[in-house]
Nanobody, 126 residues
Framework: EVQLVESGGGLVQAGGSLRLSCVVSGFTFDDYAMGWFRQAPGKEREGVSCASIGENITYYADSVKGRFTVSGDSAKNILYLHMSSLKPEDTAVYYC???????????????????WGQGTQVTVSS
């Protein structure tokens, strides 16, 4: 059974940093694409930082480039999202997601992902 459990969210001041973690079970990184998505109130879920770790392919939304970094620890089965220079507009529920690698997969499209964590709240105060 595939499971994803996020942690690391919280309240931080603008300009601060947070590291989100997603502990995964039931699969190996090399066979899956994984991503961090976020959803703010009244907005659609959007891809933030996504990766096919086995293929060494990453995606970053323009709004987070240079500030967020996605990484994975295959030995521990943990996906991380390192967030720095946080802005109030980064406030959202952040979700970890996974999908089996396949042709035509769109890394940053939520609809292409099959497995989701429960989400962790990130709130950035101004």
């Amino acid at each position: 059974e595939v499971q994803l459990v996020e942690s690391g969210g919280g309240l931080v001041q603008a300009g601060g940093s947070l590291r989100l973690s997603c502990v995964v079970s039931g699969f190996t990184f090399d066979d899956y694409a994984m991503g961090w998505f976020r959803q703010a109130p009244g907005k659609e879920r959007e891809g933030v930082s996504c990766a096919s770790i086995g293929e060494n392919i990453t995606y970053y939304a323009d709004s987070v480039k240079g500030r967020f970094t996605v990484s994975g620890d295959s030995a521990k089965n943990i996906l991380y999202l390192h967030m720095s220079s946080l802005k109030p507009e980064d406030t959202a529920v952040y979700y970890c997601a996974a999908v089996v690698l396949r042709g035509g997969l769109r890394l940053n499209f939520p609809d292409d992902y099959d497995y989701w964590g429960q989400g962790t709240q990130v709130t950035v105060s101004s």
